[in-house]
């Protein structure tokens, strides 16, 4: 198994709201594209006083990682989605891809 952790810096003022398109709109999208969440939220911490964001979803393989990722953001329900309203609150973004194994899980 293997873990993504993404990170997300956002635009002062928006992580509620995108916490709320995440979790209503984007992960019923990414389950049916066989995306697994495990949860989404916001950080407890604000670094340099940026609100903060993260998500972490687990694949199969790193190969599995890639196929789904592109399918899903090459796809029509991502971009005539909710893909705006989540990438304008966005200031930048960061991942860790762990190795499930070693996390014990």
């Known amino acids: ?5 993404r990170t997300y810096r956002l635009k002062p003022g928006t992580a509620e ?22 949860t989404v939220g916001r950080s407890l911490v604000a670094e340099n006083g940026h ?5 972490v979803r687990e ?5 599995e990682l890639e ?3 592109t399918a899903f953001y090459g796809g029509d329900a991502w971009r005539e989605g909710p893909r705006d309203a989540i990438v304008s609150r966005i200031l930048s ?6 190795d499930g194994a ?3 899980l």
């Open 17 to 38: 709201e995108f916490i709320r398109v995440a979790r209503e709109e984007v992960l019923p999208l990414l389950a049916a594209a066989g995306l697994r969440v495990r």
């Open 59 to 63: 694949f199969d393989s790193i190969e």
């Open 67 to 69: 196929r789904l990722e």
């Open 93 to 98: 973004y960061h991942s860790v891809v762990l």
């Open 51 to 55: 609100e903060e964001a993260y998500l």
């Open 102 to 104: 070693e996390l014990g």
């Open 1 to 5: 198994m293997v873990i993504e952790i």
